[in-house]
């Protein structure tokens, strides 16, 4: 779980990475004391299947050199995006993500980010987004 202006939180798996968010509506401004956390996809967009995204996240500590992505539908594992993505730099990570012209359409897909060192490091998007 993550707490709007400052305020900090445990994660929703409790592994004592306390995570705060100093503006919700800005990602620039996410602060993360310890752990991984999704800011794009976050809830609440609607990406094209057959395009490409950008999937974006924070993190700090150490969460390793790389990470796992995973696309949950109705919080079920729907596919892995990358089993080893690059964790990014100076607590910023993007993949570039072309969405498969034949996925599912639906309103109930979230993004499942995990550090494939530690798995203490996980977070997944706070809401749900539609692939159209």
């Known amino acids: 779980?993550?707490?709007?202006?400052?305020?900090?939180?445990k994660d929703a798996a409790d592994n004592n990475a306390d995570l705060a968010l100093n503006n919700v509506g800005d990602t620039s401004n996410i602060f993360i004391s310890k752990g991984i956390a999704v800011t794009v996809p976050n809830g609440g967009e609607a990406w094209e299947a057959g395009s490409t995204q950008t999937i974006e996240w924070k993190y700090s500590g150490?969460?390793?050199?790389?990470?796992?992505i995973e696309l949950?539908?109705?919080n079920i594992?729907?596919?892995v995006i990358t089993s080893a993505a690059p964790i990014g730099s100076n607590g910023n990570?993007?993949?570039k993500w072309t969405i498969s012209?034949?996925?599912?359409?639906g309103s109930?897909?979230?993004?499942?980010?995990?550090?494939?060192?530690?798995?203490?490091?996980?977070?997944?998007s706070d809401g749900v987004f539609g692939i159209t």
Not at 62 to 68: A, I, Q, R, T, Y
Not at 101 to 105: E, M
Not at 108 to 124: E, H, L, M, P, Q
């Open 1 to 9: 779980m993550i707490a709007a202006n400052g305020e900090t939180l």
């Open 62 to 68: 150490n969460p390793g050199s790389h990470v796992k």
């Open 72 to 74: 949950l539908k109705n």
């Open 77 to 79: 594992v729907n596919r």
């Open 93 to 95: 990570g993007t993949y």
């Open 101 to 105: 012209s034949n996925q599912a359409v």
């Open 108 to 124: 109930d897909y979230k993004i499942w980010i995990t550090s494939i060192d530690n798995n203490a490091y996980t977070d997944t």
